[in-house]
């Protein structure tokens, strides 16, 4: 009884501390992800390799990329984390949740918790789709797979 009593008064601490990592400002990965950051969704016509690719060629030649990161446990899934100003937390930090399709493309969804940065979720997708094009209004024209993906907001 007694070790059931400790247990939930360490669970409820740890809870307490959580919260208060949050209301102390400091803005997590997965506080970023809810509906209300969502800023893009997009479908990216290659693979997490071809990400990859396009991300270190993208650094050599202009000197800023995104930053990939594949999920640990589920090969399907990963990021990438652009931050808005060097050493950004996550309350200025592009991320993008990406998932692997059956099909061979990327299903994107970028999260911001800063308003207006339209033109840099179009730099990091310009990265992907023309790496090397430093400015990404002078990138050829984007292609989409067709389906039938109808992204939310662009």
Same mark, same amino acid.
């Given at each position: ?8 008064? @360490?669970? &409820? ?8 990592? /949050?209301?102390? $400002?400091? !803005? *997590? ?33 202009? @000197?800023? &990329? ?8 589920? /090969?399907?899934? $990963?990021? !990438? *984390? ?33 308003? @207006? ?38």
């Amino acid at each position: 009884m007694k070790k059931g009593i400790i247990i939930l008064a @360490g669970l &409820a601490g740890l809870a307490a501390l959580a919260g208060c990592a /949050a209301q102390n $400002g400091q !803005l *997590r990965e997965d506080d970023l992800r809810r509906s209300v950051y969502l800023q893009s969704e997009r479908r990216i016509n290659t693979d997490f390799v071809g990400i990859q690719r396009a991300l270190f060629k993208h650094q050599a030649e202009c @000197g800023k &990329a995104a930053v990939f990161k594949m999920d640990e446990r589920q /090969a399907s899934y $990963g990021t !990438l *984390r652009y931050p808005l100003e060097e050493g950004a937390g996550w309350e200025k930090t592009i991320l993008v949740d990406l998932t692997l399709m059956q099909k061979g493309w990327v299903d994107a969804k970028v999260y911001s918790y800063q308003a @207006g940065v339209q033109q840099q979720i179009k730099e990091i997708f310009t990265s992907i789709r023309a790496p090397g094009i430093c400015n990404p209004d002078e990138a050829p024209k984007e292609v989409q797979p067709e389906d039938d993906f109808k992204p939310v907001a662009q």
